[in-house]
């Protein structure tokens, strides 16, 4: 982790690489969330509303995977600044949009 | 008998301050989550309290923030995969537990922004960490869903 510059000392406890690891990680569990609301979208039939929902989902993991390259890249300094409140509010909005539009679908589905 | 009068009167007395003291906590909570609410949306105004902490402590909150987001995440692919999985419940057995996982992990995200952003401010500002109460609630409904599912399989073998 030594800046190219090179008079920062690498962090032993390597703090942006596992930072860097646990967006990927959330990254990877939002795509099985968002599989798995696709696949209720999908199940019986395809249906405007199921299409509507399907699309939402997607839309969000796709916002959500635009903030985690966004982060990874202004993490690439050895001494990075701390995350700003709209990253974190616009990842959680992602969140709420999948959980909202899921829900939804979950309403809407067959008996 | 002369003992027991003082307090008879002293209660409905004390009653009234309590309940404005009641009322007074619930206003300061309802104050202090939409002031944090309000800082989600105004970086600057963290930025500009106290001083910077050590990054390395700022990306550990950051870490925690993303593991809550996965607790989230996973409570509410848990939802989808109660509805796409166990066909074999009743409707609205099977929508309830979706709904009430989904929520959850809804409120969880929620929850995962606030708690960042108060302990970015209280590290910010040399403060303990905010407590919260947060994960022994979850831990209930978990454990909640959790004897629900086993009540229904249970019911359904008697079944």
Redesign the interface.
């Known amino acids: 982790m030594t800046a190219p510059g090179g008079d920062t000392p690498r962090?032993p406890?390597l703090?942006?690489e596992?930072?860097r690891l646990?967006?990927r990680?959330?990254t990877l569990?939002?795509a099985?969330?968002a599989l798995?609301?696709g696949?209720?979208a999908l199940?019986h039939g395809v249906s405007p509303a199921g299409l509507l929902g399907l699309s939402l989902c997607a839309l969000a993991w796709l916002a959500f995977t635009v903030a985690t390259q966004r982060r990874i890249a202004a993490l690439g300094s050895a001494?990075?600044?701390?995350?700003?409140?709209?990253t974190?509010?616009w990842?959680?909005l992602c969140?709420?949009v999948?959980?909202?539009a899921?829900?939804l679908l979950?309403?809407l589905?067959p008996? | 008998m002369a003992p027991a009068s003082p307090g008879l009167t002293g209660r409905p007395r004390r009653a009234r301050p309590q309940a404005a003291r009641y009322c007074g906590a619930v206003i300061k909570h309802v104050r202090a989550a939409a002031g944090a609410v309000a800082l989600w949306f105004a970086p600057a105004r963290v930025r500009a309290e106290g001083t910077t902490p050590d990054y390395r402590f700022s990306l550990a909150n950051e870490r925690t923030f993303l593991a809550w987001l996965r607790t989230a995440l996973a409570l509410v692919g848990g939802g989808f995969a109660v509805d796409q999985f166990l066909r074999d419940l009743r409707r609205p057995v099977r929508v309830t537990l979706a709904v009430v996982l989904v929520v959850g992990g809804a409120m969880c995200a929620v929850r995962a922004v606030n708690h960042w952003v108060r302990s970015e401010r209280a590290m910010r500002r040399g403060e303990d960490l905010p407590v919260s109460r947060f994960p022994a609630l979850l831990a209930v409904l978990v454990a909640l869903v959790a004897v629900a599912m086993l009540l229904t399989a249970v019911l359904g073998w008697a079944g």
Request: aromatic share 8%; proline share 5%.
């Open positions: 962090d406890g703090q942006p596992r930072t646990a967006w990680r959330t569990a939002f099985v969330a798995l609301a696949r209720e199940l001494r990075p600044a701390a995350m700003t409140a709209g974190a509010a990842a959680v969140v709420v999948l959980a909202v899921g829900a979950v309403f589905g008996r």
